[in-house]
């Protein structure tokens, strides 16, 4: 059975784990929760570092990373 996935962006990321810390009750204890550094998460719901593997986990989610190949003519070749 094949499972639907839901594509989020970086914003919507960023707002679901500032729901899931609030309901921990403070950074420090999500952070001890998720398994990485109070400095580190605080790093990632300020934008400064993208959510690793830890963080993905406890929101129930995991990096997708989609690359999309688009060619253009430079007028060289025929």
């Known amino acids: 059975m094949v499972s639907a996935v839901h594509e989020v962006t970086h914003a ?46 406890f929101l129930g989610m995991q990096r997708k990373v989609r690359r999309d190949v688009n060619y253009v003519r430079n007028g060289g070749g025929r």
């Open 12 to 57: 919507e990321v960023l707002v679901k784990l500032r729901r899931r810390v609030k309901r921990c009750g403070s950074q420090s204890k999500a952070a001890a929760e998720i398994g990485v550094s109070p400095v580190f998460l605080s790093y990632v719901l300020r934008g400064m570092r993208m959510p690793g593997p830890r963080v993905l986990r």
